[in-house]
């Protein structure tokens, strides 16, 4: 198993641009979050995923943020007009559905910096 | 209202000596849970322990345990002897029930220096 993976790994964009990260899953996860983290602060729950349905959102997540899991795998997270508050690091992860308390599976994350 | 309070921004240490990372949470659910992730250098968060709210028992794994006190709502974790490659962002969080333990809250983290 290549556990969590998350592509770009960096982006750097000018403000005001459209950005898309993608989350591929341990394969046999059917739970997935997104996360925000800032520099020196813990990561922030953004959304999460059973299967295909987004179940919950995060107050943070502005109108320019949507999410998708289509077919219950990989998951995307676009962000629309960028500002510069939204540079952080995205991370996302996974679980077990049956282990619902348990561990999250990180990825490395995507950077993103909006200039 | 901040759910975890790790007050601790940045602690270093010589090598070999004992280090305690503290964690105060704070939550209505009687019923929660309890985390500690390691973050290294390269990013990825890594899964520690997780503790359950009925579960006070205080938890040894090698180098590493847990003092878990509801009485002062604190999760404390100490690394015995520190390794040069303890070194990392520490993060303490807690998962409730209310959120059907979907919904992970964050500490902002302690940094631990550990120098040879």
């Known amino acids: 198993d290549t556990g969590v993976s998350q592509n770009p790994r960096h982006k750097i964009t000018k403000r005001g641009q459209n950005v898309t990260f993608r989350c591929d899953p341990i394969?046999?996860?059917?739970?997935l979050y997104w996360y925000r983290q800032t520099l020196g602060q813990g990561p922030e729950f953004l959304t999460y995923?059973?299967?295909?349905?987004?179940?919950?959102k995060s107050r943070l997540l502005s109108d320019r943020f949507s999410a998708e899991r289509p077919k219950g795998s990989f998951s995307t997270l676009e962000i629309q007009r960028t500002e510069q508050g939204d540079s952080a690091m995205y991370l996302c992860?996974?679980?077990?559905?049956?282990?619902?308390?348990?561990?999250?599976?990180f990825g490395e994350g995507s950077r993103l910096t909006v200039l | 209202a901040q759910k975890v309070t790790q007050a601790q921004t940045e602690i270093s240490v010589v090598e070999k000596e004992d280090v305690t990372l503290d964690c105060v949470y704070e939550?209505?659910?009687?019923?929660?849970?309890l985390f500690w992730y390691k973050q290294p250098p390269s990013g990825e968060l890594v899964f520690l322990i997780r503790?359950?709210?009925?579960?006070?028992q205080n938890e040894i794994s090698g180098r590493y345990s847990w003092n878990f006190q509801k009485s002062t709502s604190s999760f404390n974790f100490t690394i015995t002897a520190s390794q040069v490659v303890d070194s990392a962002v520490y993060f303490c969080?807690?998962?409730?029930?209310?959120?059907?333990?979907?919904?992970?809250?964050f500490g902002s983290g302690t940094k631990l220096n550990v120098k040879p």
């Open positions: 939550t209505r659910d009687t019923t929660y849970y």
């Open positions: 969080a807690l998962s409730e029930a209310e959120d059907n333990f979907n919904k992970f809250y």
């Open positions: 503790r359950n709210s009925f579960d006070e």
């Open positions: 995923f059973q299967n295909e349905a987004q179940l919950e």
């Open positions: 394969s046999e996860h059917n739970r």
């Open positions: 992860a996974s679980s077990y559905a049956s282990q619902s308390t348990g561990e999250l599976f």
